[in-house]
């Protein structure tokens, strides 16, 4: 009963800072692990993409009833990402993981970097004209998120926000809706092969889920009501802390 409590109120935590800036992850999978330290790994990635997908569901819709969303940059993005995923998942064998933390560590200072010293960025939502090119950069950006988040996975929300943002002319509350109907295809995609193939601890994954749900929409409540610059340090904060567990990961 108390490890089962404690990962309901991991997965709270997760659902709340995934609704507003994405990274639930760095939350949710070291809990999952380090509570349930005797199930099989692919169980526990499955549980947790059951708890998760429910919370990003919930974040999402809550989103779309206050934020207008433009439909013809996220449906191509996800569209490509929920593909991209299989592909991703499919290739988790055949590119090894200490090759992979470098680089996302790189980018994640390079992300961080730029955002924390241009001042307005995300500040104002001015959103460019959507014509073919930035289309196809949206199946671009999508494809490549969607192989990384099925491949890898962590700061795959971060990612998208920053690239909403930088090549959109989002500011942090829409990039951070956008990002999670891409996160929800990817989400989907995901649980097309972990529910079949019977790797979700539904005992666990359920309240997890009803949890994680819960704080989705407290942090996307939170998002909207208290605007672009609490989003941006809430985003600050949680790219400097998958900058800290990359370079743990990579020392350990």
């Avoid at 207008?68 to 590119?95: D, E, H, K, T």
């Avoid at 560590?105 to 959507?130: E, S």
């Avoid at 099925?150 to 998208?160: N, R």
């Avoid at 019977?198 to 889920?209: K, N, Q, T, W």
Wanted: proline share 4%; with cysteine.
């Amino acid at each position: 009963m108390l490890t089962l409590s404690l990962l309901c109120l991991f997965a709270f935590c997760a659902g709340l800072i995934d609704s507003a800036v994405g990274g639930g992850g760095l939350v949710q999978i070291p809990a999952i692990f380090a509570l349930l330290p005797t199930a099989l790994p692919v169980n526990l990635l499955g549980t947790n993409k059951l708890a998760s997908a429910l919370g990003t569901s919930f974040a999402a819709r809550s989103y779309l009833k206050r934020v207008r969303l433009p439909w013809a940059v996220i449906l191509p993005a996800a569209s490509a990402a929920f593909a991209m995923a299989f592909v991703g998942a499919a290739a988790v064998s055949l590119v090894p993981k200490s090759v992979l933390r470098p680089m996302v560590l790189v980018l994640m200072l390079l992300i961080g970097w730029y955002t924390l010293h241009k001042k307005d960025f995300g500040a104002l939502h001015v959103p460019r004209g959507i014509g073919t090119r930035e289309k196809v950069m949206a199946l671009l950006f999508g494809a490549a998120i969607g192989f990384y988040d099925g491949l890898f996975g962590p700061g795959t929300g971060s990612f998208l926000i920053f690239l909403f943002i930088r090549y959109y002319g989002f500011d942090f509350i829409h990039a951070s809706a956008s990002a999670k109907l891409v996160n929800l295809a990817t989400n989907i995609a995901a649980l097309m092969f972990f529910i079949p193939a019977h790797h979700v601890l539904y005992r666990y994954a359920i309240p997890m889920g009803a949890c994680n749900i819960l704080g989705a929409l407290t942090g996307s409540w939170l998002a909207i009501r208290q605007g672009t610059v609490f989003v941006r340090k809430l985003f600050l904060c949680l790219t400097g802390g998958l900058i800290i567990k990359l370079c743990y990961d990579l020392l350990a």
